[in-house]
């Protein structure tokens, strides 16, 4: 679903370091003011802007290397722990994941999907793609609606709960969508609203802005 997703930071130069040093993906394309990385079959754009911001996204990794980038993660990041544990298995979506915070405080879950393998050591090719994209907006309910008339279901319905997380998607990639304040899982931090643009494989945008409006554009 997602080709590509924008986001901004006030720490750029951290961020390119550490995607392209430590996580060792591939920066397509630099400047003063933003970088491209490509994970697997889609990309993260970053913007400089002045204020801070984070977000919450996963990336789909096989299920069947889950373990070994567990360890791979270890030795390049501190791992967030959920009541002492440091990766859950959800049985509803039969997948584990693991997550971890990078220097701007996105926090990044690696979702290990069971049904499906990736044999060989573990290299970028192990990123498979975007599997999930936080969007905090104070207007949950009607930006669930617009979402859905604009062809993206909701997973287990079709009535967005304005209090919690709602997924929209389907397959392995999905928008979570939350009103602010809700802490997120794997850390103490709470949602809070940024600006972000999502392009879907069918070039169709999804915009959101500062006030947790959203545009589409077909």
Do not use: C
Not at 100 to 119: C, S, Y
């Amino acid at each position: 679903m997602f080709k590509s997703v924008t986001f901004y930071t006030n720490k750029l130069k951290a961020l390119k370091r550490f995607y392209g040093d430590v996580m060792e993906f591939s920066i397509v394309e630099s400047t003063n003011e933003q970088f491209v990385v490509e994970i697997g079959q889609s990309a993260i754009t970053f913007i400089h802007t002045d204020q801070p911001a984070f977000y919450h996204f996963a990336i789909n990794i096989p299920g069947n290397q889950f373990s070994m980038l567990k360890f791979w993660m270890q030795d390049r990041v501190t791992l967030n722990r959920g009541e002492s544990l440091d990766e859950i298995y959800f049985s509803s979506f039969d997948a584990d994941s693991m997550y971890f915070e990078d220097p701007a405080g996105n926090i990044v879950e690696l979702i290990g999907r069971r049904k499906q393998d990736l044999f060989g050591e573990v290299s970028k090719a192990s990123f498979l793609n975007i599997s999930e994209v936080g969007i905090v907006t104070p207007f949950v309910a009607s930006v669930g609606d617009q979402l859905q008339d604009f062809g993206i279901p909701l997973r287990g319905g079709t009535d967005v709960n304005p209090m919690t997380l709602n997924f929209l998607g389907k397959g392995d990639a999905f928008i979570v969508l939350v009103p602010p304040n809700r802490k997120w899982y794997f850390s103490e931090r709470m949602s809070e609203i940024y600006p972000l643009k999502i392009e879907l494989n069918d070039h169709r945008q999804i915009i959101i802005d500062e006030e947790g409006s959203i545009t589409l554009i077909p």
